[in-house]
Every structure is written in C-alpha cells, then in structure tokens.
C-alpha cells in the first residue's frame, strides 16, 4: 500500500496562506491524491482531490508535483475555523485495493 | 439525506462485555469502513468491505467482526471488550469508482472500563 508522509504540526497567522506538504514517493501512475480535515470532534471531512493536474475549489488548492511524488495543500487565508488535523491519502484508481490508510495527518494551529 | 450515521454517540462498557456499533448510510455507496482514533492519533483502519457479503481485515482488526449484508448498513460487533479497545469510532462510505470521495459519520465514543 502506498504511504504518505506529513509533518506532524505547522502553525500560521490569521488572514496569512498556509502550505501543507505531503510526500508520496511510491505513489502509483493511477493513485488519486486526496485530503481531508478533521476539526476537533468531529469526522474527517473531504477537501480536495487531484490526479496530475493542479486544482482548486471553494476551500483550497492542490498542487502537485509534476513527478507526484510530493503535493502541497494551500489555503490561501487561514481563519481560525481552518485549525484542524489535515490528512494526505492516496486513493488506488484500480479496482480491489481499498486500504485507504490516513496516518497521523498534520495538526495546524492557526493564530489570532 | 442523512449521509452516514453511527448510533450509539456515546457508550460505556465494561470489560469483556460485548456490543454492536451501528452504521448506515443512504447514499448506495459500494465502500465502507471502520476507523478508530486514539487520542491525539490518527485514524487507524479496522475492517471494510467493498459490497454486501464482502468484507476484509485493515491494519487492526483483531477484537472485533463485522458484517455487510445489506448495501446501506455496516455493523461493527466488539466481541469482548477489552480497556484498550477505548477509542473513538468512525464509520465511512463511498463509491468504488474515482473519486471516491469519502464521507465520515460523527464518530462513536467507546469507553471500557
């Protein structure tokens, strides 16, 4: 199963944009990257999603390396509601192999 | 639409007594799964299953059973409570085809004492 690594905490100031990195160096050409957020109490809720191209949404940005073996989830202005675990996982495109494995993930703290 | 639901919120067992945690969702996905968190841990997979009848072991998945017999709901059974199965319990679905984006419930907090 192919393994994401993250750091276990980064802290940002409020109204400043964030960087959360991910290595995945044995992901897979068919391995979607996806990642969530767990605010405190809570389940994990989706953020974003992307396969080799860049994306963004309402909540945030994915870039990813042009090697995959590394992406990044931007948030452009941290608030305080953005102070969560955000976890970085793989998702095997290919049929019959559904051990999506989520890790420690990385604790943001945002600061007033 | 309800999405996933987990029922009991909250339980208090007592070692080596055993329980049911329940999970269903009405959205006809295909995946579901159990995770359960640790304090200050991440999620750590239990069991999932891929459709009804089918069903296979994650990364811990000694301690309890589950079922899958109908589409819409995934039972995790703890067959003798133990202090260390104490944790927080999330169940998931969704589609087995990409995206596959994954929808949590609120989770299930177990306590064995």
């Known amino acids: 199963d192919a393994k994401t690594t993250q750091p276990n905490s980064m802290e940002s100031n409020e109204e400043e944009p964030v960087h959360l990195p991910c290595n995945h160096s044995?992901?897979?050409?068919?391995?979607?990257i996806h990642w969530y957020r767990q605010l405190p109490s809570q389940g994990p809720e989706y953020v974003i999603h992307?396969?080799?191209s860049n994306v963004n949404n309402r909540m945030a940005s994915l870039a990813i390396a042009e090697d995959r073996k590394s992406s990044t989830l931007i948030l452009h202005r941290a608030t305080l509601r953005d102070a969560a675990v955000y976890y970085c996982i793989l998702r095997p495109f290919a049929s019959g192999t559904y051990k999506y494995i989520f890790g420690t993930g990385t604790r943001l703290k945002v600061l007033a | 639409n309800a999405g996933v639901t987990q029922t009991p919120k909250f339980q208090v067992l007592k070692t080596g007594q055993s329980m049911t945690l329940q999970c269903a969702q009405d959205m006809n996905h295909e995946y579901m799964s159990w995770y359960r968190q640790d304090p200050g841990m991440g999620l750590r997979l239990i069991h999932y299953s891929v459709g009804a009848g089918i069903t296979d072991q994650g990364e811990v998945p000694n301690g309890y059973n589950v079922s899958r017999s109908t589409t819409e709901d995934f039972p995790l059974r703890l067959l003798s409570a133990a202090p260390s199965q104490t944790s927080v319990y999330f169940c998931?679905?969704?589609?087995?085809?990409?995206?596959?984006?994954?929808?949590f419930g609120e989770g299930s907090w177990l306590t064995v004492v």
């Open positions: 992307g396969l080799t």
């Open positions: 998931a679905s969704s589609y087995s085809i990409p995206p596959n984006t994954i929808y």
């Open positions: 044995t992901i897979s050409g068919t391995d979607y």
